[in-house]
């Protein structure tokens, strides 16, 4: 294999093109943004440092964040120090480190757009707005809105959802986040490094009342939006069946981070699974084990191994964490109630945000440890109504 063709260079393309060009591939990635901001990421779990530690052992800007609050409607509010901080990064700084890695590693970077991609022989010909190009493997690192549409994960209706806030010029030491009534999504306050991230993701919900709810709680807390600089994102969110369907590989090409939809169906969280993705799909075209026809299957196995299984597992408990309800409240409020008053689940909460709880594991691990007192016994319950059993295919 002599070239590969990195499309985009956001943190999937940026990790992916890094280990092959370490590898000693020819690596060119094509992007026309590079290095740019991006409203709701830039967050990043212990998983991910746990992983890669040079995400927290580096000079870049950050912030670590060890207290969160957590409040739904007929709850209130329940706040937990994180045994585990929260690394944020303006997804800026984040994107430019990361690509400056690659280059450090060997990658070409090119400052341009891709608009098409063609099928000939065993390679690929990239048409770019610089002229022509050639590869014989492309890795597809074009985010949601990929616009080549015979390539990558396609989307139907219910398989995406909507981001949008503000940027505020103030400063605060916690993240908060606020369930809300009826809404299979949630308000975010990420601190960044100089400003607050206020925003709000949701699914079945016009973009416009995500709005007029995220400015009306912006208003009850006397965090100023008007003035405030404004975004707007799309983000992906497979149904259940769209993990099943999911367009992740096919022949001399591979999908990473949200071109593949490989973004928490609960959390939203993406950043994780990019660099992961990105990473994984480099190790498949560098591997000599798996002839050119067979690099897609092992992708895709790959992935299915690591994580997509739980985030499709995540998709069918989704629908249940936003909008069920149990002995006459709110999930999200029970689950506050129970962070307040058992030692286990608050645990439980506290690896679920560094990133180390399955979804697939999340029941049995509870069952296994419940002692019989009446709290308990309610969690029990809770669980048994809540969490899915899993199907056959999972």
């Not at 757009?113 to 690192?141: K, M, N, P, Y």
């Not at 985030?311 to 249940?320: D, G, P, S």
């Not at 709880?357 to 709290?375: C, V």
């Amino acid at each position: 294999m002599k070239t590969v063709a990195v499309l985009g260079g956001g943190p999937a393309g940026a990790f992916a093109a890094e280990g092959l060009a370490r590898a000693g591939m020819r690596v060119i990635v094509f992007d026309e943004k590079l290095a740019w901001e991006k409203p709701c990421g830039g967050g990043l779990t212990f998983k991910a440092y746990k992983e890669y530690p040079f995400l927290i052992e580096n000079d870049t800007p950050k912030r670590l964040v060890t207290e969160t609050s957590i409040a739904a409607p007929k709850a209130g509010e329940v706040k937990m120090a994180l045994r585990r901080p929260l690394v944020i990064y303006s997804r800026f700084d984040l994107n430019r480190m990361l690509l400056e890695r690659a280059g450090r590693a060997g990658a070409a970077i090119e400052k341009t757009r891709v608009l098409g991609i063609e099928r000939r022989h065993q390679g690929w010909t990239l048409r770019t707005r610089s002229g022509a190009a050639e590869a014989d493997f492309c890795i597809i690192a074009t985010g949601a809105r990929n616009p080549l549409r015979e390539v990558g994960t396609e989307w139907r209706t219910g398989d995406t959802m909507s981001a949008l806030g503000y940027y505020v010029p103030d400063s605060r030491e916690r993240i908060d986040i606020q369930f809300l009534e009826q809404l299979e999504g949630y308000i975010w306050v990420f601190p960044r490094c100089g400003h607050l991230s206020v925003g709000i993701c949701g699914k079945g919900e016009p973009a416009q009342s995500l709005r007029a709810r995220l400015e009306r709680y912006m208003d009850e807390r006397g965090i100023r939006w008007k003035g405030s600089a404004f975004y707007s994102h799309m983000l992906p969110s497979l149904e259940t069946p769209g993990w099943r369907r999911n367009r992740v590989a096919g022949e001399g090409w591979l999908a990473v981070g949200d071109a593949g939809g490989l973004v928490d169906p609960i959390t939203g969280e993406g950043l994780y699974y990019a660099m992961r993705s990105g990473d994984l799909a480099s190790r498949v075209i560098i591997e000599d084990a798996h002839n050119f026809s067979e690099k897609a299957a092992a992708y895709r196995a790959l992935l299915r191994r690591e994580f997509a299984l739980d985030l499709e597992f995540a998709a069918m408990l989704a629908k249940r964490v936003f909008l069920g309800r149990f002995m006459f409240n709110t999930v999200p409020a029970r689950m506050i109630q129970f962070i307040r008053r058992s030692p286990r689940f608050r645990d439980l909460m506290q690896d679920l945000f560094a990133g180390t709880q399955p979804y697939l594991t999340l029941k049995s691990r509870l069952l296994r440890n419940l002692n019989g007192t009446l709290q308990e016994v309610l969690m029990n319950f809770f669980l048994n109504r809540v969490i899915p059993e899993r199907s056959a295919s999972l």
